[in-house]
C-alpha cells in the first residue's frame, strides 16, 4: 500500500519501521518540526524524522496542516491510508478525507478508555489491572472514530516508561495485521458513555502529596516516570522518586520513620527505590543515603 505516515515521538518509530519492513511503501513521513533542546539548545529532529532520513523516506515537517497549500501536498502524494501513531497535530477534516482508505491511528489504550494525551500515564496512576492497543479509524472528534482491532497487555508493577515501549511494539504488529487483513475487519463504534478523558500530564501534578495514600503515590511515581518524574523536597532540594514500595507504617503523613527513608503517607507508608536528585544522576537509594543521611523524624515537603 502506498502509505503515508504520520508520527514523532520514540512511541511511533516502531510502526514506522514495521511498515517499512512489511514492504509498503511510505510515501511521506510526517512529523513534528525540530525543537530546541539539551544543554545547548540545538534544534533536535524527532525520533520519526531519524528513523525515517535513515530509510531514505521524505520526511515533512509543516507547522500546520489547514492551509490549502499544505493539504494540496499531502493530496499530491496519492496515499491509499494514512497511518499515524502520536503524530501530536489535529488532522483536519479535509486531510482526513484524502486517504483512499482513511486514516488509521494507532493508540495506546483500549478505546473508549483513556482517549486523550496521555493515555498510558493515566491507566498507571488511575491502578487499571490492565491496557493495550487499539486500531481506531480516526475521525474529526478527539480518539473518537470506529475501532477495528485491539490488543491487551496487564499494567502489572510497569512504569510509563517500560509500559510506552511494550505497547509501541504491539501497536507496530498490530497495524500491519489489520493493513494486512484490512477488507476484513468491521469498524465497531465506540460507546461514548463509557469514555474517559487523558489529559496532557500538567508538571504540578508531579509533586508528591503525602496526605494520599501510599498505594496512590507509588502508582503516580510509575506513572511519571522517567518524565516528568515525581518529587518532593528535601532540604529545599527536589529530588524525583523513580521506583519505590509500600509498606506497612503509621506515622505523621512526609515524616521519615527510620534511616532507610521510609515516608509516612495519608494510609501506609512508602519506601523509595530509586531517586535523582536535581541535575544529579539517577541512584539507588541506599548509594544516596551512604552520602546523605536522613535522620528518622525528618519532615519533607
Not at 126 to 154: F, H, K, N, W, Y
Not at 251 to 272: F, H, K, W, Y
Request: one cysteine or more.
Amino acid at each position: 500500500m502506498r502509505i503515508i505516515f504520520m508520527g514523532t515521538p520514540d512511541f511511533a518509530v516502531p510502526t514506522l519501521v514495521a511498515l517499512h519492513e512489511a514492504g509498503h511503501t511510505i510515501v511521506a513521513a510526517y512529523t513534528q518540526p525540530p525543537r530546541r533542546a539539551g544543554r545547548g539548545k540545538k534544534l533536535q529532529p524527532s525520533p520519526v524524522q531519524i528513523e525515517a532520513e535513515v530509510r531514505g523516506i521524505e520526511v515533512r515537517c509543516p507547522t500546520s496542516l489547514k492551509k490549502p497549500e499544505e493539504q494540496e501536498a499531502f493530496a499530491a502524494l496519492k496515499p491509499d491510508i494514512a497511518v499515524v501513531a502520536a503524530y501530536g497535530m489535529i488532522l483536519p477534516q479535509a486531510v482526513l478525507d484524502i486517504p483512499a482508505n482513511g486514516c488509521l491511528n494507532v493508540h495506546a489504550s483500549i478505546l473508549p478508555r483513556w482517549r486523550g494525551a496521555a493515555p498510558i500515564h493515566r491507566a498507571i496512576m488511575a491502578g487499571d489491572p490492565g491496557t493495550g492497543v487499539t486500531i481506531m479509524q480516526m475521525e474529526a472528534g478527539l480518539d473518537t472514530g470506529p475501532m477495528l482491532a485491539t490488543v491487551r497487555t496487564p499494567i502489572e508493577d510497569k512504569t510509563t516508561g517500560e509500559l510506552t515501549e511494550e505497547l509501541a511494539e504491539l501497536g507496530a504488529q498490530l497495524m500491519v495485521g489489520t493493513l494486512r487483513e484490512l477488507k476484513n475487519h468491521t469498524p465497531v463504534a465506540q460507546d461514548d458513555s463509557e469514555a474517559t478523558h487523558a489529559p496532557k500530564i500538567d508538571k504540578a501534578e508531579a509533586k508528591i502529596d503525602w496526605s494520599q495514600p501510599a498505594e496512590v503515590i507509588e502508582r503516580k511515581i510509575r506513572g511519571l516516570a522517567p518524565f516528568p518524574g515525581a518529587w518532593f523536597e528535601l532540604d529545599g532540594e527536589r529530588v524525583k522518586v523513580l521506583k519505590a514500595e509500600v509498606v506497612e507504617a503509621t506515622g505523621v503523613a512526609g515524616n521519615t520513620i527510620d534511616d532507610q527513608l521510609t515516608i509516612v503517607c495519608g494510609e501506609a507508608a512508602l519506601r523509595p527505590a530509586r531517586i535523582q536528585r536535581a541535575g544529579k544522576p539517577k541512584m539507588d537509594v541506599e548509594e544516596f543515603l551512604r552520602g546523605s543521611p536522613v535522620a528518622a523524624g525528618t519532615a519533607l515537603s
